[in-house]
């Protein structure tokens, strides 16, 4: 196994090769990164890969890492019963 083997996003199983393939390829944010190699959109939503990744941008595109800036989040999702929203009040009302 070589450093490019190695995973850095264990939600997606994207490699530190991946990454950097990326960069090469042009991509300069972390949003950029996220939407080619899919590295921070699994289960924990980039809680264990950002740091990583935004490392390896800052390192790759020599640059200091406070100049990375992180990429967008949305909260999860949870799935709920359809009277719970039927249940709210209008702004009609």
Request: proline share 6%; with cysteine.
């Amino acid at each position: 196994m070589t450093d490019k083997d190695v995973i850095i996003c264990r939600c997606e199983e994207v490699t530190r090769g991946e990454i950097e393939e990326a960069i090469r390829l042009g991509l300069t944010t972390m949003n950029e990164v996220k939407r080619l190699t899919r590295a921070g959109l699994g289960l924990c939503q980039g809680k264990t890969c950002s740091r990583l990744v935004s490392d390896i941008l800052a390192r790759e595109t020599n640059r200091p890492l406070q100049d990375v800036k992180p990429s967008t989040c949305r909260p999860p999702t949870r799935v709920m019963p359809i009277g719970v929203l039927a249940s709210l009040p209008s702004d009609s009302e």
